[in-house]
Nanobody, 124 residues
Framework: QVQLVESGGGLVQAGGSLRLSCAAS????????MAWFRQAPGKEREFVAS????????DYVDSVKGRFTISRDNAKSTVNLQMFSLKSEDTAIYYC?????????????????WGQGTQVSVSS
């Protein structure tokens, strides 16, 4: 079993910043990719960013490039999402996810492990 627990969400004004963290525990050796997804009300779950645990390779959705940074802390089995220049359209529930293998995927159904989500609200 793998457990993922997110933290760091909240309410922020447009242009502000937030840092999300995801702590992994359990059989963490079974996965190599950790990612952040988000889901706004009435919309499908959307890929935001991912990082390969073994290589550090990062991928981002175009809408967050240059504003969001994903990073990892191997010792703490934690992945972080630093978000700058937040916009109202970034408002969503943000989910941490993990999968095995180092092949990139932005499809939610390719990730078997999920956290419970943390709300990010950006006021304009």
């Amino acid at each position: 079993q793998v457990q993922l627990v997110e933290s760091g969400g909240g309410l922020v004004q447009a242009g502000g910043s937030l840092r999300l963290s995801c702590a992994a525990s359990g059989r963490t050796f079974v996965f190599d990719t950790m990612a952040w997804f988000r889901q706004a009300p009435g919309k499908e779950r959307e890929f935001v960013a991912s990082i390969r645990w073994s290589t550090g390779i990062r991928d981002y959705v175009d809408s967050v490039k240059g504003r969001f940074t994903i990073s990892r802390d191997n010792a703490k089995s934690t992945v972080n999402l630093q978000m700058f220049s937040l916009k109202s359209e970034d408002t969503a529930i943000y989910y941490c996810a993990a999968k095995d293998g180092g092949i990139f995927s932005s499809r939610p159904d390719m990730y078997p492990y999920w956290g419970q989500g943390t709300q990010v609200s950006v006021s304009s």
